[in-house]
Every structure is written in C-alpha cells, then in structure tokens.
C-alpha cells in the first residue's frame, strides 16, 4: 500500500507522528498533526500489521472511546492526503472524548 492516498473527507479520519511505541509492550502514543494530547494506540489498532510502529512515523488514523479515554484505532502507516477541506474540529473531537 503507498503511504499516500486519496480518500474522500472524513470527520473521524485525523493525522499524527507516532510520539512513542514499544513493540515489546504493544502499546505507544501518537501526537495528533493539530493541537491536543496525545492518544493511545495498541498494537492490534495497526491496520496494515505486522509492519509495527516507529517513533516519528507519520499516520493516519480514527479515534475511539478506550477505557481511558481517546484511543487510536484504524492506525495506518503514512498520511492519507484529504480531498476538500481540512480537519479543525479534530482537536473538539479529541477533548470530546477525554471528557
């Protein structure tokens, strides 16, 4: 799959870098492209598995409610170029869920 695909917008779809992953430990966080704190992502949230995370990659993925809060899921590897507009509500999105 290439890094960088054209997909049509999504309220749910939203960039980061991968802030810290541990393969050992099967979890990391990702700091989102826009403002707000970082995010949760287990390993079993890659969607394009077995290739893990590394720290600084850059990914697209979804959020969901954990059971701690906001979490990654849907994580793919690379950026996912949006068609159409931008995505500002994705930091709303994030505090809606740690609330």
């Known amino acids: 799959m290439h890094p960088l695909l054209t997909i049509a917008p999504s309220p749910t779809t939203f960039h980061g870098t991968?802030?810290?992953?541990?393969e050992d430990k099967g979890f990391g966080f990702?700091?989102?492209?826009?403002e707000g704190p970082?995010?949760?992502?287990?390993s079993?949230?890659?969607?394009?598995a077995p290739k893990p995370l590394v720290q600084g990659e850059?990914?697209?993925?979804?959020l969901e409610a954990g059971?701690?809060?906001?979490?990654?899921?849907?994580?793919?590897?690379g950026w996912l170029?949006?068609?159409?507009?931008?995505?500002?509500?994705?930091?709303?999105?994030?505090?809606?869920?740690l609330a």
Do not use: C, M
């Not at 990702?30 to 826009?34: D, E, H, M």
């Not at 850059?58 to 979804?62: A, G, H, K, M």
């Open 81 to 97: 170029e949006l068609t159409g507009r931008a995505l500002p509500h994705a930091t709303r999105a994030v505090a809606e869920l």
């Open 58 to 62: 850059l990914v697209t993925y979804q």
């Open 30 to 34: 990702i700091k989102p492209r826009l």
């Open 44 to 48: 079993a949230a890659v969607a394009d």
């Open 18 to 22: 991968v802030a810290w992953f541990s």
């Open 38 to 42: 970082t995010v949760f992502v287990h």
């Open 67 to 77: 059971p701690k809060g906001a979490q990654a899921t849907n994580v793919l590897h």
